[in-house]
C-alpha cells in the first residue's frame, strides 16, 4: 500500500485549487491520503467546505484528523461534519481498516518529552492542561488495541510525539509542539509508521524509543527537505 501523507494544509477562502497544486502532479499514484490536521487556516467552516469540495473528487480513501488551527473559531465540530459530508474518514480517537491497514488518528497535545514530561501537579489549571494531553494518549492507545485484525498500523497526529522532529523550531517551545505521551501510547500497542504535523520549522524523521518511525510530514517541512509538500512510504 502506498501512503501520501501531508499535514498542514491551511486552505483559506481563497485556496480553491490548493490541492492540485500540492498533490495534482500524481494523479491518483497512491492507495490512501492521510491529512495530519490544520486543515483549515482560521478554524472556518467556510474553509473547510473549499477543502471539501476539492477532496471530493480524489477517488482515493482519504483519512484526517483536525489541528490546532481547525478549533481557533470553536468550530471543530461542524469542520468534522463539512469533512465526512466531503468523503473524509474523520478520524477522532478512532480507526479506520483499509485494505488490511488499520489507521488511527487524534489531534494530540502539548506537555512536553520524556525526562521533562510536565505532570499533573499542583493548580487545576495545570492539571487540566495536561490531563487533555494524557487523555488523547489514552484514546490513542485505545485505538490500537481494537486493531486486532490488522497485520499492518498506522497511527496519524497533529502534534509531535517525539524531540527529534521538532528540531529546527525554538527548544523553548517544545513542550508546546507535542508530547512523548503520544509516543508511549504507541510504543505499547506497537504501530508500523507514526506520521505527524503542526512544527512547521522541524525535522522530517525520527524514531521513537520504542523504534517506531516518524515522519513530521508539515507541507512546509517536507518541501524544505525534500522538495515535494507530502511524504510517500509503502507498507
Not at 141 to 168: F, R, S, W
Request: aromatic letters at 6%; charged letters at 25%; glycine letters at 12%.
Amino acid at each position: 500500500m502506498k501512503i501520501l501523507a501531508m499535514g498542514d494544509i491551511h486552505c483559506r477562502l481563497d485556496t480553491d485549487s490548493l490541492i492540485q497544486k500540492l498533490i495534482g502532479e500524481l494523479g491518483h499514484d497512491f492507495d490512501v491520503l492521510l491529512l495530519a490536521g490544520d486543515l483549515t487556516d482560521n478554524g472556518l467552516v467556510e474553509e473547510a467546505e473549499v477543502l471539501a469540495k476539492q477532496l471530493k473528487a480524489d477517488t482515493v480513501p482519504t483519512i484526517g484528523i483536525l489541528g490546532n488551527h481547525d478549533h481557533e473559531k470553536g468550530k471543530a465540530e461542524e469542520i468534522t461534519t463539512v469533512m465526512r459530508d466531503g468523503g473524509v474518514i474523520m478520524l477522532d480517537g478512532t480507526g479506520y481498516e483499509v485494505g488490511g491497514v488499520g489507521f488511527v488518528g487524534t489531534k494530540g497535545f502539548c506537555g512536553g518529552f520524556d525526562e521533562n514530561l510536565i505532570q499533573p501537579f499542583g493548580e487545576d489549571a495545570l492539571k487540566t492542561f495536561i490531563r487533555n494531553s494524557i487523555d488523547e494518549a489514552l484514546r490513542l492507545e485505545n485505538a490500537l488495541t481494537k486493531l486486532i485484525d490488522c497485520q499492518h498500523k498506522v497511527a496519524l497526529m497533529h502534534y509531535a510525539p517525539i524531540k527529534a522532529t521538532l528540531v529546527g523550531e525554538p527548544v523553548e517551545l517544545f513542550p508546546f509542539l507535542g508530547t512523548s505521551w503520544l509516543a508511549d501510547a504507541v510504543d505499547r500497542r506497537g504501530a508500523d509508521v507514526i506520521f505527524h504535523g503542526h512544527a512547521h520549522h522541524g525535522s522530517p524523521f525520527g524514531r521513537t524509543r520504542g523504534n517506531i518511525p516518524v515522519h513530521n510530514v508539515s507541507r512546509f517541512v517536507q518541501m524544505e527537505a525534500t522538495g515535494k509538500p507530502y511524504c510517500m512510504i509503502e507498507i
